[in-house]
Each structure stands twice: as C-alpha cells, then as structure tokens.
C-alpha cells in the first residue's frame, strides 16, 4: 500500500510580489532602475518605518505583484556585507534573444558581467551601482511558462520591447541550514521543489517553484559557505515579499506562519498593500503582501511615480519630510516638475 501523499498547504503563494534592497544615492538608484533597465518608477514615497527615508518602487507599466523592485536609499551607507541567512540575488526574466543586447548595453554604462547557466537555463549576472546582486535569465517572450510572466509592457519604457525585462524569475536565500528553510518553504509559504543543483564551490543549492504553470516563480536556497551573517548596508536585499491574492489568503498565511513557531508580525498596512513579516530560520526576512489596492489609489496610472506620495497619516508631517527628503525626479517627467 502506497503512502498517502503528503498534506495540502493551508496557504500557498502564487509567487513573489516584491524585493526590497538598500540603496544609497536616490537620484542615482532612479536613474540606474529607469534609464538602464528600463522599469518604471511606480511609486514615490517614504518608508513608513522611518519617514525620512524614501521608498522607491519599480516595476513594470502599472506596478504589477510580481515585477516589484524596492528600494531604501541611505545617503552615505557603506557597503554592504553579504552572508549567511539573507536574500542574495535577485533574477529578472528577459526575452532569450536579448542577452547579447544586453551584454551590450551593460559594456556600455560599465557594468561588469558573468555569463553562466543554472537550471538548463542562460544567465547574466551584474551589480547595479550601489552593488545589488542582479540577474538576467533567459526566457521565452512569448508569455508562456518561462516568458514574461504578469508582468504589463510600459510603452514608455527607453528601452525596445525587444529587451524588455518581465516579472521577476526567481530570488535566492543563502541559508545556513537548509533543511530548516527547506520546510519553511514547502510547509507555511506553498513552495514546491523542482530542482538540485551545485556550484562550482560544491555548495547545494535547492530550487522551489511557486505559482501555476503559465507564470511561475522561483525562491532557490543556496547553502551559505559560512554561518556568518552579512552586514546591512547600500546593495544588500533586505527582505523578499511572497504574494497572497487577498485578506482572506493573507490571514492563512499568518497562521500558517505561526504555526511553524515563528514570531509573526501583526498585519501592517503599506498603504498599497498589507503585510506581515517573519524571520525565517536561517536568518533571512520573509514578507507577505496582498495583491491590492495598488498603486493608483492616490494617483492615476499615467502619473505613477510622478509626486511624492504620503500615506494619509504621515501627510501632517508633509512639509517636513520634503525639507529633509532630497528632490528627486523621475526621467519619464523630465519636461514636468517632480520633486513632490
């Protein structure tokens, strides 16, 4: 007699929604995000954390779940120290045609590059400025199983459609414990296993699938050389978020969560979305957001990114923000004032 298959996941994601890194000048991180990789700023505001700091988003024409890059610029940081238990790369699709073009177009603004492969697939990883580890992985453009997934063209975008990056592919944790992440994964967040592999370092690295086949999202685990936490600072990751369609989903996850013995936050209201955070075993910060509202609740899609935006209990404390905010401008509103 066969072994019954194992239990359904009470929560399961159907993907990544953002990842969040630290940044360290804010005009320079628009300039890199929008006029270089071509995404669109979708997204002006604070984090509401620490108000004196900005939150830029990035992502695709209309901010979609899925194709989010984040940013907390500190004026002044230092490097950031990469290690054990944390988000160590971030993987964006682009259309299988286009790494030659963008091999190109990284030569051109001085980005060093490696071209290597994982999973069957072609990759191109680079830093941006502040040293964000990134990556590029070949997919079809055709929207299918590995093509551009959720993600919304923006008909703005300087770049040709032809390069033009899709949804996130996939992240990768270092742990240092893998199993423990492993069951995080599979048992609270959904995740799926579909591949092993290993560097050319002999570490293991563990791939997890999340989502259905016409969009899938990837969440690899890398067994980390060291148990040695890294050290915050400009172009570390500073957490990953996974996506729950709704309230009713996001309260299954937060008792999913608590059921693995973890602290959980309490729902926390970002405004465009709500979220909870937890550790996970290995170290590294784990979100889970609400597909919606979305970005045009304060302002209409063809102005995205254009003003700074305030939730409404930080608007008492506008005019004291933007004193200590630097101004900042969005290359999409060159010829319109945008300083917020």
Do not use: C
Not at 75 to 84: D, I, K, T
Not at 239 to 262: E, N, P, Y
Request: proline share 11%; no cysteine; charged share 25%.
């Amino acid at each position: 007699m066969s072994p019954p298959p194992p239990a359904r996941p009470a929560f399961a994601t159907p993907g990544l929604h953002h990842v969040t890194a630290i940044a360290g000048r804010p005009q320079a991180n628009i300039d890199f995000y929008v006029r270089v990789l071509g995404l669109r700023l979708v997204k002006r505001t604070v984090n509401y954390d620490d108000p004196e700091t900005y939150h830029f988003y990035f992502g695709d024409a209309e901010g979609t779940p899925g194709t989010l890059l984040t940013f907390f610029p500190w004026p002044g940081a230092g490097p950031g120290v990469r290690g054990a238990g944390e988000t160590t790369a971030i993987a964006l699709r682009a259309p299988a045609n286009a790494l030659d073009a963008w091999r190109d177009r990284l030569r051109e603004h001085g980005r060093p590059f490696a071209t290597s492969e994982r999973f069957g697939q072609e990759l191109v990883a680079f830093e941006d400025p502040d040293g964000t580890p990134l990556e590029l992985v070949a997919t079809p453009a055709d929207g299918s199983e590995e093509g551009a997934g959720v993600a919304r063209p923006w008909a703005a975008s300087p770049l040709p459609p032809s390069m033009a990056l899709g949804a996130m592919h996939s992240v990768t944790i270092t742990a240092p414990r893998l199993d423990d992440t492993d069951r995080l994964l599979r048992e609270r967040l959904g995740l799926r296993p579909v591949g092993e592999a290993h560097e050319p370092s002999g570490a293991r690295r563990l791939r997890f699938e999340a989502g259905g086949p016409e969009h899938p999202s990837f969440v690899d685990l890398l067994e980390a050389p060291s148990p040695l936490p890294g050290r915050w600072g400009a172009g570390s990751i500073h957490h990953v978020a996974f996506r729950a369609a709704d309230d009713d989903a996001h309260a299954d996850a937060r008792t999913a969560l608590l059921g693995a013995g973890l602290p959980v936050t309490k729902v926390k209201d970002r405004h465009y979305f709500r979220s909870i955070y937890v550790t996970e075993p290995g170290g590294a910060i784990l979100e889970v957001a609400t597909d919606g509202p979305g970005f045009t609740i304060d302002e209409p899609l063809d102005e995205l990114g254009l003003a700074l935006k305030l939730p409404p209990w930080l608007e008492p404390e506008r005019a004291t923000l933007r004193g200590r905010l630097p101004v900042t401008t969005s290359p999409e509103y060159a010829d319109r004032w945008s300083g917020g």
